[in-house]
């Protein structure tokens, strides 16, 4: 039989689709893209796997009982119904809570990066459906970077000033000598880009910056947070104390002379007050390095040693966003731009600071003169939103008060959660508790693709295409390339696009000519083209080929806009002519703003906040090891769990958890084994893998195993597969951000002796024939 082969993209690539008889047999990268991502390898596998989700499905509870809050979600079979049947029921119950509770009482947040591709985007589609319907709470910021995306703009400005036009990873490889990396520079971040990226451009730059001679400094409890081919000086502080590492770097530079006084006075304001926290002048306790080597282990003379070569060399600080995804995370990236500020490099090529290098693959890479095409989501009349990471909160507190960035808001009263494009039981902590949480509302809706954790959780299940099975266009903010995802082979089973899910409901809720305006998928992508290809030449861009040639070629190019973009270069080169978006058009080392807020976990400037678990506390008398939960090497958080390269890192079919020698061998545990790791929030199995890669007393479990708890109906129970969110804790950063604190927990870990459960994650759960 002919075999074809279609160009697409995901989040972690662009490449080729191997079709033969209606079914993918093989994935081949990108031919331009010179260091395609591993995960491709996930793809193929998964098209047809067992945990598809095959037809609309409804929980018996749920059909039998009528709406309601049910503590039985996740644990009751499920009556698969035919599409009809599922709009009707649907259709019924978005007609009753809007019209007896209004369009508050409807979360639509629905979090979540679904896949790439500008139209059938899951989020735009459920935000529009739902706008034509009066509106939804909606969510703010993320949770990969809501802690920074809240603070930055008190301490720089606008996300254009310190995320979008982050200093371009060519100026790095020609101009930086050393790179301070808090929280590294992990490959297999760089390699994922939302929407979608057709090349991988960060190991060659690496590399190139190495050649030349620039210096690479870690720190992370994790070497392998960067490449070994930079050949990194590697310290390992104690994990959560960058914070009082930062401070003690900051302390030798003013110590010894080395700030940059005329920055400060020119392009900063606060600073004295800084500085006198930094000396002490008011808790008597001066941030040496000596006290930070108290908290952090690092030695002394290693801090002051750093501190000089930062003064002396063109010196570009990094944080990562995991370090901005823990309790007080508003600190770290402050404390870089104020590290940054007194080096007196911010605005140079090469030197000052990034927030997110390693993080994800668009940092670095300058943004196109007009953005890719999206679809309008319309007005949303609910005027009501949460930070995203409150979502527990808002459903175990409705009409309690809360703070958020200055502002008092009080949790709206949610009667039915609509979730389309994400998995809460991957991003979200305290697995327990969310259950509690999703017991509360009266109905629960879900699109996926696969029978996930919040599938299973929910009411209504609505089986969503997957992007090889529909047409759409790829494209991001930071990458040069339009592609057309031309569809490849039929959808499994039953499934059908969000779009045309929509459709139908919005056909029986009488807002049909609204939602669709008229328009198939293809009459869209049409749309969408033709705007972003107008919009592109009144921006001053090129006049790109009509649809039809676009779609025929696979692809088109845009031109790079700024390759050689320096972050703030305006700012320093004219302060006046250019001001930052800040209340004092300055960079705010201390912030009046933040001060009059008067929030104890987040002052005026940065500070040291010991956390509450950390391997400082009392805790550790209970659990004496303190887990890193970050972002997994093997897959796109949950996304293609089922896939090969995810399946080839399970260890006896759990998570890998890594653990050090000294830790390992007192516990009697060898590379292997299964282990239990515990707290008091929960527990759950995972594989372990003995190594000298993570520091003494820590241990490193990656979020994305699909949660796979012992007893289904136990919202306590063990996960038996390894989703460390089950020991995370529920709690924001802090009053300002609100945000995801889910890498850091402190846990204990022993060596599983009992007989070991079945995976059933992946198993369709079980059905009720009516
Ligand atoms: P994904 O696994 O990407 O995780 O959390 P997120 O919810 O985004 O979920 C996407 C879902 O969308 C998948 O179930 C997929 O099948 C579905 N999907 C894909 N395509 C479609 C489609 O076309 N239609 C529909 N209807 N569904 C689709 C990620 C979040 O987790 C993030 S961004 C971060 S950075 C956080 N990181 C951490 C962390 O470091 N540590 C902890 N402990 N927890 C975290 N959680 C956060």
Redesign the pocket.
């Known amino acids: 039989m002919a075999r074809e082969r279609r160009l697409h993209t995901s989040h972690w690539g662009a490449f080729e689709a191997e079709v033969e008889d209606g079914v993918v047999v093989a994935v081949h990268p990108f031919q331009h893209d010179r260091d395609p991502s591993p995960l491709l390898a996930n793809i193929s596998g998964s098209l047809r796997h067992r945990a598809r989700i095959a037809q609309p499905m409804v929980r018996a509870g749920w059909l039998d009982r009528g709406p309601g809050p049910d503590g039985r979600r996740g644990a009751e079979p499920f009556v698969p119904v035919s599409w009809a049947t599922a709009t009707d029921l649907l259709a019924r119950e978005l007609r009753r809570v809007y019209a007896d509770h209004g369009a508050r009482a409807v979360y639509g947040g629905s ?5 790439a ?1 500008r139209f ?1 985007h ?1 989020q735009s589609q459920l935000h529009r459906f739902l706008n034509c319907l009066g509106g939804f709470v909606r969510g703010q910021h ?3 970077n809501g802690a920074l995306t809240v603070i930055m703009p008190h301490v720089v400005g606008s996300m254009r000033d310190f995320l979008d036009r982050a200093t371009a990873w060519p100026v790095i490889e020609r101009h930086t000598e050393l790179f301070v990396c808090f929280g590294g520079i992990p490959l297999k971040n760089t390699m994922v880009s939302p929407g979608g990226a057709t090349r991988h451009p960060a190991r060659d730059h690496l590399r190139a910056a190495r050649a030349r001679g620039a210096e690479f400094v870690l720190v992370s409890p994790l070497r392998d947070d960067m490449p070994d081919f930079v050949g990194a000086e590697w310290l390992a502080p104690v994990p959560g104390t960058d914070l009082a590492l930062m401070l003690a770097l900051a302390y030798t530079l003013v110590d010894e002379g080395l700030a940059d006084r005329e920055f400060l006075d020119r392009y900063c304001v606060g600073f004295e007050r800084f500085e006198g926290y930094l000396r002490g002048a008011r808790d008597g306790c001066a941030k040496t390095p000596e006290w930070a080597q108290q908290l952090s282990e690092i030695p002394a003379a290693t801090t002051q040693a750093l501190a000089r070569r930062m003064a002396a060399k063109r010196t570009l600080i990094n944080v990562s ?2 370090l901005q ?1 823990i309790e007080h995370g508003e600190q770290a990236p402050w404390m870089a731009v104020t590290l940054a500020a007194m080096l007196g490099q911010i605005g140079l090529p090469g030197g000052g600071f990034g927030q997110g290098y390693g993080s994800l693959g668009y940092v670095g890479r300058a943004p196109l003169r007009v953005g890719p095409p999206a679809l309008p989501q319309g007005e949303n009349g609910a005027h009501a939103f949460i930070p995203y990471a409150r979502v527990a909160d808002m459903l175990l507190h409705p009409g309690e008060p809360f703070d958020f960035d200055g502002r008092r808001l009080t949790y709206p009263d949610i009667r039915l959660v609509y979730w ?5 039981f ?4 305290d697995l327990g508790r969310l259950r509690r949480a999703l017991a509360r509302p009266d109905t629960i809706v879900v ?4 029978w ?1 954790p ?1 599938a299973r959780h929910a009411d209504v299940v609505l089986p ?4 090889l099975e529909r047409n759409d266009i790829g494209g991001s903010p930071n990458d040069t390339c339009l592609i057309a995802m031309r569809q490849a082979v039929e959808p499994h089973g039953q499934a059908r696009n ?1 779009f045309d899910i929509f459709g139908d409901l919005a056909a029986a809720l009488g807002v049909e000519p609204r939602f669709t305006e008229g328009r198939d998928e293809m009459a869209w992508l049409r749309r969408l083209y033709g705007g972003w290809r107008e919009r592109l030449v009144e921006g001053g861009g090129p006049a790109l080929p009509p649809f039809e040639e676009f779609w025929a070629a696979g692809l088109v190019e845009v031109p790079d806009v700024d390759a050689d973009l320096v972050l703030l270069e305006d700012f320093r080169a004219d302060p006046a002519r250019a001001p930052l978006q800040t209340p004092s058009g300055r960079i705010e080392i201390f912030s009046d703003t933040i001060d009059r807020f008067g929030y104890k976990d987040c002052p005026g400037h940065p500070a040291w906040l010991p956390p509450t678990e950390w391997l400082g506390s009392p805790l550790t008398a209970r659990y004496p090891l303190h887990l890193v ?3 997994p090497t093997t897959r ?4 293609l769990d089922v896939g090969a390269l995810s399946q080839s890192a399970k260890i006896q079919g759990r998570e890998p958890m890594r653990i050090h020698p000294t830790d390992a061998a007192p516990r009697g545990i060898r590379s292997g084994d299964v282990v239990r790791v515990f707290n008091d929030r929960g527990s759950c199995l995972a594989g372990a893998v003995v190594t000298d890669a993570i520091r003494p007393r820590t241990v490193q479990l990656a ?2 195993a699909w949660y796979d708890p012992l007893d289904p109906a136990d919202p306590d129970a063990m996960c038996v597969h390894g989703n ?2 089950v020991l ?1 804790f529920d709690r924001g950063t802090s009053s300002l951000a609100q945000a ?1 604190s ?2 850091h927990a402190l846990v204990e870990v022993e060596r599983w002796t009992g007989p070991l459960p079945p995976i059933r994650a992946y198993d369709p759960p079980p059905v009720s024939p009516r």
């Not at 979090?111 to 896949?115: C, D, K, L, V």
């Not at 389309?420 to 809460?424: A, E, I, L, R």
């Open positions: 979090y979540g990066w679904a896949s591709g059938h899951a993320t949770y990969s966003w995991s995804r389309s494009g994400g998995n809460p991957h991003h979200h902590q699109h996926d693709p696969f996930t919040m969503a295409t997957m992007t969000d939960a970050n972002n796109l958080h949950s996304q979020t994305g460390p969110n995370t995801c889910g890498q």
